[in-house]
């Protein structure tokens, strides 16, 4: 199933835990609506702006496999308002500078990254409906920093 022009239903329930485990990574036709509002107000405009095809890291996660990788149950990815994203030859402090910059979100958290290694880590990027925090937070060494720190 298409739910933009670049990026796909199976794209966003891809998993290789998932898929080792047996574990079905099916979404409900809501978690798809959020998913298809991600897609045209987040990937699209970050494939455009930065003219580079890019796939997803992680997409949408049912509530068994979110427990399965020992993330958090009030995940936004198992709603399908979530995804992981890196693009290619694009630092991921600069994608995130740049989401945060110029598109509505809910959240914004650079993960993993490491100064003076662009491509280190990625960047989890979340919307909602309603209600949009767009709070940007930087993940590290287990810790949660309000803002992007490089």
């Not at 979404?27 to 970050?46: A, G, H, K, W, Y």
């Not at 992981?84 to 989401?99: C, F, K, Q, R, T």
Request: aromatic share 10%; charged share 15%.
């Amino acid at each position: 199933m298409q739910l933009t022009d670049n990026f796909t239903l199976s794209e966003f329930t891809k998993s290789q835990t998932a898929m080792r485990l047996n574990i079905d990574n099916t979404p409900t036709e809501n978690d798809i609506r959020f998913m298809i509002l991600l897609s045209m107000s987040v990937l699209e405009p970050v494939r455009k702006n930065f003219n580079t095809p890019f796939s997803l890291n992680s997409g949408f996660r049912c509530q068994q496999l979110n427990k399965a990788i020992g993330s958090s149950s009030t995940s936004q990815h198992t709603k399908g308002q979530a995804a992981d994203i890196e693009v290619p030859g694009v630092s991921n402090y600069d994608l995130a500078v740049w989401i945060a910059k110029y598109l509505m979100f809910d959240q914004i958290i650079l993960e993993h990254y490491k100064v003076g290694y662009p491509h280190s880590g990625w960047v989890h990027v979340s919307l909602k409906q309603h209600g949009n925090r767009q709070e940007v937070l930087t993940f590290n060494n287990g810790r949660y920093l309000t803002g992007l720190m490089k």
